[in-house]
Every structure is written in C-alpha cells, then in structure tokens.
C-alpha cells in the first residue's frame, strides 16, 4: 500500500490562499469519494478539517475546502491565519480489505 | 473533550511484545470502526490496522501482517493491539482513531501512545 503523495511544504502569507494537492491511484483518491484531510500541530493529535472531499465537519471555518479531479484531491485555505500554520494530511479508504492511506503529509508554513 | 485514551506504550527491545489499549468513554463505541495510526518520528500517519463493530472483520498493513493482532471488547469500550516480534521500524506515537459505521473519515483520536524499540 504506497501513500498518497503530497508537496512536503506550502507557504503563504496572512490573508491569502494556498492549495495542498494529494495525488493517489484508480484504487483510492480516484475510485471513491472518500477523501479527508486533517490538521496536525506539533505534539498534538490530528483533527479532520475536511471529509468526503468536500464536506466540513462542524466548528470548522468555510476558510477551508476541498475537491477532487481524478487520482488528486486538493485542500484550499483561503484567508491564511497564523493558527493554521500545521501539517496537513489527506487519506483515502481503500477499498474493504484494504488500510486506509494516508498522504506523507504538507507543512504549511505562514509567513 | 478527550473520549478516547491509549496506554501501554513504553521502551520495548527488539523482538520484544507490548500490548497498547484504546477506552473510549463515549456512549456508542459499538457503532464505530477503530483503527490504529502511526506515526514514526518526525514522519507521517499510517494505517496500521483496523477492526469492525463486532470484532469479527480485522486488517493489517502488510509490514505488521502476521506480528500485530487487533481486538475489541465492547462490553468495556476498548480496542486492543498485541504487538509482538517487534522491530526498530515499529518505533512511534500509536493513535486510536474511530470511524462511526457508515462513514469515511476520523471523526475522533486518542492523544497517542509512544513505543520505542530500541536496545
């Protein structure tokens, strides 16, 4: 099971926008709608920001959103805040004998 | 607020055997998938293995195949991992993380539990 493929870094300055890709196969990102993506701040346990590609768990900002083309989702933040300085991951299910995979995940530097 | 807590993690020597527990202090535990993620220092998650609602569907990643068992009692909300023949790549933070039934994503982690193995 070979992980999905983010950039390893992303900067943008407050108030501006930046887009993680995840780039996957037929067989995860691009056989379901099943993408989530997570935020990670040191030490700390991930949160999901973002499920089912698009939908947004409650508590988190319309700042956040996601979509997906083929074998590659994609996360945009809008309107860059110092506290979404963190890593991010996406993961895809799998299939059902299959683990779920992750993203080798993005660090998302504000500058 | 923190539902699900792991322990069990510790310095373990190579070939050596752990078991980490994941209790889950909500109401509906026996609705949710759970699976264990790890995370090596400084790297990224992997899934390592999940388990179904009644314990009776289980899957590994083909490095842990064979070494790891998963296992559930919801009589006492708790998810087990045996972790056994382990090795120096086996090191990290090993979060429980539950999916509820007919969804596809974490709604819910653990704050982590650290094995190292080392000699």
Redesign the interface.
Same mark, same amino acid.
């Given at each position: 099971q070979s992980a999905l493929t983010q950039p390893r870094s992303v900067s943008g300055s407050p108030g501006q926008s930046v887009t993680i890709s995840c780039t996957g196969t037929s067989s995860d990102v691009g056989a379901y709608n099943f993408v989530s993506w997570y935020q990670q701040h040191p030490g700390k346990a991930p949160k999901v920001m973002i499920y089912d590609i698009t939908k947004r768990p409650s508590g988190v900002p319309d700042r956040f959103s996601g979509s997906k083309s083929g074998n590659t989702a994609s996360l945009t933040i809008s309107g860059l805040r110092a506290e979404d300085e963190a890593d991010y991951y996406c993961c895809s299910y799998a299939g059902t004998y299959t683990p779920w995979v992750f993203g080798g995940g993005t660090k998302l530097t504000v500058l | 607020e923190v539902q699900l807590v792991e322990s069990g993690g510790g310095l373990i020597q190579p070939g050596g055997s752990l078991r980490l527990s994941c209790t889950d202090s909500g109401f509906a535990f026996s609705r949710y998938w759970v699976?264990w !993620?790890r995370q090596a220092p400084e790297k990224?998650?992997?899934? !390592?293995?999940?388990i179904n609602q009644d314990g009776r569907m289980t899957? #590994?990643? $083909?490095s842990v195949k064979g070494r790891f068992t998963i296992s559930r009692d919801n009589a006492k909300n708790a998810v087990y991992l045996q972790m056994n023949s382990l090795r120096a790549e086996d090191t990290g933070v090993y #979060?429980c993380?539950r999916v509820l039934d007919t969804?596809? #994503?974490? $709604?819910d982690?653990?704050?982590?539990s650290l094995v190292t193995v080392s000699s």
């Open positions: - | 699976h !993620v990224g998650l992997m899934c !390592v293995s999940r899957i #590994y990643e $083909d #979060y993380a969804t596809f #994503y974490f $709604d982690w653990g704050q982590g």
